[in-house]
């Protein structure tokens, strides 16, 4: 009780928005090169042993790899209510897209190499591509817009109303902003599987991801500057103006909120910022340089940091915005006013200080005993104990 009263209510919404962050950087930087992995399979492997080395470098560690992004998606439920019911809403197909992805990758997993057959193993890596490139692609697509604003309003009862043109249409997604974002995001997960498949593999199968993880990591830097400046010259940012309520209720409508001429008048207000983009920059930069010096360990380690920067830089961009609206600024949701109650943010937190370290360690000791390179000989010696 005494540390309830401790935290205040605007500390505990800081705080979730930061592990609302951390849990989505933790998938990106854990099952990305999962994805990573998949878009890039029938292209590193020539041959069925070579594409079930690339499959059986992520296939220990994949399913706890998506466990971050059941509780990024949870996180969003109980944290952020409106957040997610105005995003789910109007990300409607999208969402459906990714999950039908995700779901199929685990029957590919299961189901690729219990016939012997060659039309139907390359039909299943196939749907492993699908389930690494389709939600790598859409998750890019999706921040695309949300820095646009998306086009909702909040009826004085907070229901959520999308503009008729858009609501429900995925199409109405792919816009060019956020078709470079898309393929930012795409580039930058592959880089990042080209990295482990670097680490983890050995022979064609490294060499050929080296090769591919190169060039995807250029594509990332080049589109992520243009996405930058595209930002700063082309989109309008927002901005809370008045008096700003940090511990009030959670009511966006209570905010007065306008479009400003940048979202990088964010760099102006708070200069440290930029310290995000430049580890995006720089991560994905020595990423690249490791892979064309065929270094593995620094290599991920670089690319991870990368994506971190990356993601990162949306986050602070945005702050304190987390679902800007382009057709009612003022129902613009905010770290301020989209979040669960004083009383529910605090138990989640005590609940995450106990849980979270588990994960963490459970999460680590997984990866140090599967520590080691898959092997062809790994994989012909134990065909009926492997993907």
């Known amino acids: 009780m005494i540390l309830y009263e401790l935290i205040s209510y ?30 890039l399979l029938p292209f590193v492997g ?40 105005v995003s789910f809403s109007g990300f ?19 189901y690729r190499s219990k016939r012997d057959s060659a039309a139907w193993r390359s039909g299943w890596d196939w749907a492993l591509f699908v389930g690494g490139a389709v939600p790598a692609l859409i998750f890019g697509v999706a921040v695309g ?24 249409k995925f199409f109405g ?3 060019p902003f956020a078709l470079l974002t898309g393929v930012v995001s795409l580039a930058m997960l592959v880089t990042h599987g080209a990295a482990w498949l670097s680490l983890k593999a050995e022979g064609p199968v490294a060499a050929r991801a080296r090769a ?15 996405a930058g400046l595209w930002l700063a010259l082309g989109i309008d940012g927002y901005a809370i103006v008045g008096d700003v309520i940090t511990d009030g209720p959670s009511n966006p409508l209570y905010s007065d909120v306008e479009r400003t001429g940048s979202w990088l008048s964010a760099y102006t ?40 920067g990356a993601i990162s830089s949306v986050g602070l961009t945005m702050f304190p915005f987390i679902l800007p609206s382009s057709l009612d600024p003022r129902s613009s949701l905010t770290v301020w006013d989209a979040s669960s109650s004083h009383q529910t943010l605090f138990i989640m937190l005590v609940v995450t200080a ?27 010696g134990n065909s009926h104990t492997v993907y």
């Open 92 to 110: 409607y197909l999208a969402m459906f897209a990714v999950l039908a992805a995700l779901i199929l990758r685990p029957v590919a997993f299961k």
């Open 145 to 168: 817009n949300v820095l646009q604003g998306v086009p909702f309003e909040l009826t004085p009862d907070l229901f959520s109303r999308y503009e008729g043109s858009y609501y429900g």
């Open 354 to 380: 106990i849980f979270m370290p588990l994960i963490l360690a459970y999460t680590a000791w997984v990866y140090k005993v599967l520590w080691g390179k898959v092997t062809e000989k790994d994989v012909t």
């Open 269 to 308: 207000a708070r200069p440290w910022i930029a310290i995000a983009p430049i580890l995006a920059l720089v991560g994905m930069s020595l990423a690249v340089m490791g892979l064309r010096a065929g270094r593995e360990v620094s290599t991920l380690l670089w690319s991870k940091l990368g994506i971190f």
């Open 212 to 226: 591919i993880g190169s060039v995807t990591g250029l594509v990332t830097i080049g589109g992520y500057v243009l």
């Open 46 to 85: 020539k041959t069925d042993i070579e594409r079930r080395v690339a499959i059986n470098t992520v296939g220990p560690v994949w399913e706890g790899n998506q466990v971050w992004f059941i509780l990024g998606g949870g996180a969003i439920f109980a944290a952020w209510p409106p957040l997610y019911a």
């Open 173 to 175: 997604l792919l816009n």
């Open 10 to 39: 605007d500390v505990l919404r800081v705080i979730w928005w930061l592990l609302l962050g951390v849990l989505l950087i933790g998938f990106a930087l854990t099952d990305g090169f999962d994805m990573g992995v998949g878009a």
